[in-house]
């Protein structure tokens, strides 16, 4: 396939109304990702992101900056006038910017992010196969009131004869059960020779690209459709219900997809699987578990329930007790995690290390079988193997203005209820009493204690009580 063959257009240049947001429609999310970031996920497979032109027009600057990353090419829609009116815009762009223009034009909606790149490919074969002017991707859904159908010349072939809007389908029509994506692919030079022949003569007082549809029907140009494996890839999001809807039908095909791949998932339907997350085979993942962004875990894992882990990598044979929560962390093979353990962003904690039931920790290093059982924070730390870290230490790494670190060396222990006091170093080999403070240096092998020394009073109590009653009885 030639570099110039084909191209895509997404048209994401929609306020949105009903959803009743502030923010650009195909901005909000689904599956962990924005609407318009799934769209081009599913272009890219079949055609370069240069190859992508998005039609930005409401809050333009806002929508350009959150897929900039992505690579494709922006061409500005101004005024919303309708679909036609869009790719008006995008004519205009060619010819200002001396692009060459492709041969072949792929439309897709920028609102509809469960569109499969197998279904985009199928529409692209069909197109080329039937080298036709026009192709139209259909869906057949349960009840087909209120969306405009597709007619076909007949049943069992792929001509079209036209789109009808429900409103002005006659009463032997109203039982067609195609109805139109608004997903199509053209061939450029048609529509471009058609396109500002459009008029807004029409209820909207918009351009709207289905009529270039009965044009080239008209003029006897080759128009034809392909139905989609599944109405739910070809939906759009009108209302908040709505995108829920999606949302809940790609978390679930994401969760099949990884059953599928070996993964025990009970309940599905009370997970919160992000669309990119990847687990191994053999990992057992419990009810109300959410994991999110860039999340991957390995083989023969085990996450419990009301587990939420965000943009983290796990191992193989990790176990993540009830109510951890990870984000943007590393968990070697092996590991223990919680209940109720906290990793904030840039932890690390090491194989078969343990980090247990309410222990914070925040760009820490922990090393291989290291473990923090119980009750304690490590931030800005590192910590070597086969430390122990008693229940309640802290590493207070804060003075108010910077942050500081903790080094503790290979084998020391830690004393419950200790406070290190950053910038220290604990050597290796080292023991912390239970209770101290630590603001100095504790070399290898030394035991260091700093907490004050402990007095005891025999007797104290009952002369207190005698004394007190003599008070009362006075």
């Not at 059953?259 to 057992?284: K, L, N, S, W, Y």
């Not at 083989?299 to 990790?318: A, K, P």
Request: hydrophobic share 40%; with cysteine.
């Amino acid at each position: 396939m030639v570099s110039n063959e084909f191209a895509i257009a997404i048209m994401a240049a929609g306020k949105g109304t009903r959803l009743k947001s502030k923010h650009p429609k195909v901005l909000h999310e689904i599956g962990g990702r924005a609407l318009l970031l799934h769209v081009i996920a599913a272009a890219e497979t079949v055609v370069r992101a240069d190859h992508i032109f998005c039609i930005i027009g409401h809050e333009s600057d806002r929508v350009r900056t959150a897929v900039a990353a992505t690579g494709v090419q922006f061409v500005l829609q101004p005024e919303q006038r309708g679909t036609g009116h869009a790719l008006q815009m995008l004519k205009a762009d060619f010819e200002l910017s001396g692009r060459p223009i492709p041969q072949h034009l792929l439309v897709l909606s920028g609102d509809v992010p469960l569109i499969r790149p197998e279904t985009i490919a199928a529409v692209r074969d069909t197109h080329l196969r039937e080298h036709a002017a026009m192709t139209i991707l259909t869906a057949v859904p349960a009840d087909p009131t209120g969306y405009g159908r597709v007619l076909r010349a007949s049943a069992d072939k792929p001509e079209v004869t036209a789109i009808v809007e429900q409103k002005s389908l006659r009463s032997d029509q109203l039982s067609a059960p195609e109805i139109n994506s608004g997903i199509y692919c053209f061939e450029t030079a048609a529509l471009f020779a058609r396109i500002n022949a459009l008029t807004t003569n029409n209820t909207h007082g918009e351009f709207y690209l289905t009529d270039i549809a009965a044009m080239l029907v008209a003029e006897g140009k080759r128009v034809v459709a392909i139905k989609a494996d599944s109405v739910d890839e070809v939906l759009g999001a009108n209302t908040i219900a709505e995108m829920m809807h999606l949302d809940a039908a790609m978390r679930l095909s994401t969760a099949h997809r990884l059953m599928a791949q070996g993964v025990t998932i009970f309940r599905p339907e009370t997970c919160v699987i992000d669309a990119h997350v990847t687990v191994g085979p053999d990992t057992i993942i419990e009810p109300y578990v959410q994991l999110l962004g860039n999340t991957h875990i390995g083989s023969d894992s085990r996450i419990r329930s009301y587990s939420v882990i965000q943009n983290s990598r796990l191992g193989d044979n990790v176990l993540v007790r009830n109510g951890c929560i990870l984000d943007t962390s590393e968990v070697a093979n092996n590991a223990i995690l919680g209940p109720y353990a906290h990793l904030r962003p840039e932890s690390r904690i090491g194989e078969a290390a343990h980090i247990g039931n309410f222990v914070e920790t925040k760009k820490t290093i922990i090393g291989r079988g290291s473990k923090a059982n119980h009750l304690s924070y490590l931030g800005d730390a590192v910590i070597g193997d086969g430390v122990n870290i008693g229940a309640g230490a802290i590493t207070c790494n804060y003075d108010g203005v910077h942050k500081h670190p903790t080094i503790i060396g290979d084998g020391a222990f830690i004393g419950s209820d200790s406070t290190l006091v950053a910038p220290v170093t604990i050597g290796a080999g080292s023991y912390i009493a239970a209770g101290s403070s630590i603001t100095e240096e504790v070399p290898e092998g030394a035991l260091a204690l700093g907490r004050s020394r402990q007095t005891t009073k025999p007797g104290w109590v009952a002369a207190r009580k005698a004394a007190a009653k003599q008070n009362t009885n006075s």
